[in-house]
Nanobody
Framework: QVQLVESGGGSVQAGGSLRLSCSVS????????MGWFRQAPGKDREVVAS????????YYADSVKGRFTISQDNAKNTVTLQMNGLKPEDTGMYYC?????????????????WGQGTQVTVSS
């Protein structure tokens, strides 16, 4: 059974940095697409960043371009999200997501494996 476990959330002041990690177990890390999503209170869940084509290609939401970096390490079965220049509007619950047997960029609704989430709070 494939499991995703996030870590690395926390509280930080605006302008600070956090690094989120997602460990994938129960699967041979080959053709898999990974993504990071977030959900702020009262808002819909939104995609933050995606890694596809075995981690060689990435996608970022406009709101995080130039500040966040997603990295997929196939040897360690992990995907990380480095978040720099954090803003209060980045506050929310962050979720790691995956779809096995995936290669190209997929839609948010196509992810079918989810972690439990990790809270990120950015204060002004």
């Amino acid at each position: 059974q494939v499991q995703l476990v996030e870590s690395g959330g926390g509280s930080v002041q605006a302008g600070g940095s956090l690094r989120l990690s997602c460990s994938v177990s129960g699967y041979s890390y080959n053709t898999i697409c990974m993504g990071w999503f977030r959900q702020a209170p009262g808002k819909d869940r939104e995609v933050v960043a995606s890694s596809y084509r075995g981690g060689t290609s990435t996608y970022y939401a406009d709101s995080v371009k130039g500040r966040f970096t997603i990295s997929q390490d196939n040897a360690k079965n992990t995907v990380t999200l480095q978040m720099n220049g954090l803003k209060p509007e980045d506050t929310g619950m962050y979720y790691c997501a995956a779809r096995i047997g995936c290669w190209g960029l997929i839609r948010s609704n196509d992810y079918n494996l989810w972690g439990q989430g990790t809270q990120v709070t950015v204060s002004s």
